[in-house]
């Protein structure tokens, strides 16, 4: 693949989604780093390239463009609105040193009131088309079930916002509900800690950037939660069975909605999902054989909050995404300044169809 191989498919793809509705736009390639980085979450935060301008502070180059589309569109756009562009972005690849560091996306991003079903649909159906003749395999999942549950768990507030910002790190996630469920024994050195009368006695000269009463605030939290009871075990049992959903859409729902009895929280959630199968039918998804993993999308943009999918290249297990997108209503309240609106979205990674075309991994 050559640059401007991938610029003219990159090309291509726009006028696509230009024709499906969509208005052309542009972004900067700098953005502010200061008031957006935080918004992506932990993985893009440590992938950014990061510099700084004498004049605006720190800055990135754009690591995507829906969170500068949502400024521009919280900013200045009417409603509803389809947006298109195409561009390279920037991340870092420590991980992955043989994936691009820069690479063109382009993208489609709907900002509408009247149906978030018909959106997600929408958005899905129009990736689906465009991408037919690729041999890819389209997967979803709904954050928007997954936080329903953890807000519905009966635990501390503390706890619960744990788990929540946890939620896109399934690792500590599974580490944070043994250690919450009493599954696993307090470590001995935090045992000593938080019985010790003076937790500073025989602490040592103070070294490091908390002060006394930093570290005291700390102790006396990790007591409180120490004091938390264990999250009862069929609550536990409820989460895990939820993580493991994953079949095709209408097993997934009736399977969702069994466990809603049970976790009355998710209801309203697993509720959407459902008019989201049926809106996908209606636009010739076949809903039917499309698979819903209710673990898709928890390593990805933390600003997603509902639906979220995938199109996977399974003959290169070591790629990313092809194509990946889902819906951010958060982030345009967090970007809106006072205002929101429903939003969906996503991005194809055009190199990589120029890669398919050339014969790999097709
Ligand atoms: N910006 C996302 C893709 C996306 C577009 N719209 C919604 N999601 C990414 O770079 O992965």
Redesign the pocket.
Known sequence: MTTAENRAKAASLKARFEAAGAAPVDCAVLQPAEVLLDLYGEDVRTRAFVTSDPVRGEVMLR?????P?VQMHMAEGAEPARYTYAGE?FRRQEDHPERAAEYF?V???VFDRESPAAADAEVFALFFETLKDYHLSPVTGDIGILTAAVQGLQTSEPRRAALMRHIWRPRRFRALLDRYAGRVPMPASRAALLSADNPLDGAGPMIGLRGEDEIRQRVDALRKDADTPALPSEQVSLIEALLKVSEACPFALEHLRDLAVDMPAISVAVEQFGARCDAMAERGVDVDTLAFDAGYGRS??E??DGFVFGFLNRQQPNWPAVA?????DALTRQLGQGKEIP?????IRAGLLVDMDAGAGA
Do not use: W
């Open positions: 690591p995507d463009f829906t969170v589309v972005v996306q993208g489609y991003e990805s943009m600003y997603y990946t997108g889902g819906r951010y939003a969906v979205g996503a991005v």
